[in-house]
């Protein structure tokens, strides 16, 4: 019981790191939109210098990509990478659990094995039955 109210603080820690990630990944793109406005207002308002209104329309166009460009290439792939790592890592510690509580009531090594191996993906059970 304790090792899986552990289990799960961390579970609810990591959700907690992810989010400010998935969220970030959320608003970039919109306030790069709403940079395109600020830019596009600025180069409406400068519709008689055609140098300002060419640098207010770049800067439009340069606040869209930088909002598209942080929060699909940098944040959302960071927040889905977490995502990832924390359950790896609840897996193994689900996997210690199981074998902690096998060793405590007693099973044969054969058998805590064949629970352990339920938590290893196919291609790896694989390759350590070849090593064994």
């Not at 790191?17 to 940079?35: D, H």
């Amino acid at each position: 019981d304790v090792l899986d109210a552990e289990l799960a603080i961390i579970q609810e820690r990591h959700a907690e790191g992810r989010s400010m990630f998935t969220q970030a990944g959320t608003y970039a793109p919109t306030l790069g939109v709403l940079g395109a406005v600020v830019g596009l207002i600025a180069a409406l308002g400068n519709l008689n210098d055609i140098d300002k209104l060419g640098h207010s329309i770049a800067a439009a166009f340069v606040a869209t990509i930088l909002g598209i460009f942080t929060g699909y290439v940098l944040w959302m792939p960071f927040a889905n990478k977490l995502k990832i790592m924390s359950e790896q890592e609840v897996s193994q510690k689900r996997m210690i659990i199981e074998g902690i509580l096998s060793l405590q009531a007693g099973d044969s090594p054969t058998a805590i094995e064949a629970k352990l191996m339920v938590f290893i993906p196919q291609t790896e059970r694989e390759a350590l039955k070849g090593e064994g």
